[in-house]
């Protein structure tokens, strides 16, 4: 999958979001924010500037959101996104009124749209996470010329290859090559058992 597909997704399949700011105080909060369109390199959705959050928005311009689709946990895609936003105004709002028709009933004439604001996240780092197959399918993406950040746990030149990582991997994601242990990047779910297991130290965490 391309960037535009997970930010796609996110628009259309999941929608509904956790966002979190940083209040006055330095402490994070969160509300629920609908992902209302995208254009394939950045994410677009609308607050009010009466809200608390608008005042978190402007005066801390980075964000992290969560969104999650699924009956249940095994059943589940969830794809995350952080990154710094800005405010476009409202010449974008009968765009993202058309697209999300169900806005006008929160906000049903003209006059009460005036309040409204439309931000943009326009650069970011994101991840996908697939729980509907196992083992569990794992991806990263940037968007907006955001430099992709490597992280992770990645096997350095200590390893002898004596397998015991891979014993422990609860998501048999780490083979054996060439009498070194090799760690499917787009299956490990980044709990560490690997990495704590290791008895010459050679897995180091990246990233986080």
Not at 6 to 29: C, Q
Not at 51 to 67: D, I, M, P, S
Not at 94 to 123: C, D, G, H
Not at 176 to 200: F, K, L, M, T, Y
Request: charge should be negative; proline fraction near 4%.
């Amino acid at each position: 999958m391309k960037t535009e597909d997970y930010l796609n997704y996110l628009v259309n399949e999941i929608h509904s979001t956790v966002m979190a700011t940083v209040d006055e105080a330095g402490r994070p909060a969160t509300c629920a924010i609908d992902m209302m369109d995208t254009d394939g390199g950045s994410l677009f959705f609308l607050t009010a500037k009466g809200k608390a959050f608008y005042e978190r928005l402007t005066k801390n311009r980075w964000v992290a959101l969560t969104g999650m689709k699924g009956k249940d946990t095994l059943s589940c895609v969830a794809v995350s996104v952080q990154g710094r936003v800005r405010e476009i105004g409202p010449h974008r709002l009968p765009l993202l009124f058309q697209k999300n028709p169900y806005m006008e009933q929160i906000y049903p004439t003209v006059e009460s749209r005036a309040v409204l604001t439309v931000f943009q996240i326009y650069q970011g780092e994101g991840e996908w996470f697939d729980l509907r197959q196992l083992p569990v399918e794992r991806a990263s993406f940037a968007f907006g010329g955001a430099q992709h950040s490597e992280h992770g746990y990645f096997v350095g030149e200590g390893c002898v290859g004596c397998g015991i990582c891979r014993e422990r991997c609860p998501q048999h994601c780490i083979e054996i090559a060439d009498g070194r242990a090799v760690i499917c990047q787009e299956h490990c779910i980044h709990c560490g058992s690997c990495c704590q297991s290791c008895p010459q130290q050679a897995i180091e965490k990246r990233g986080f």
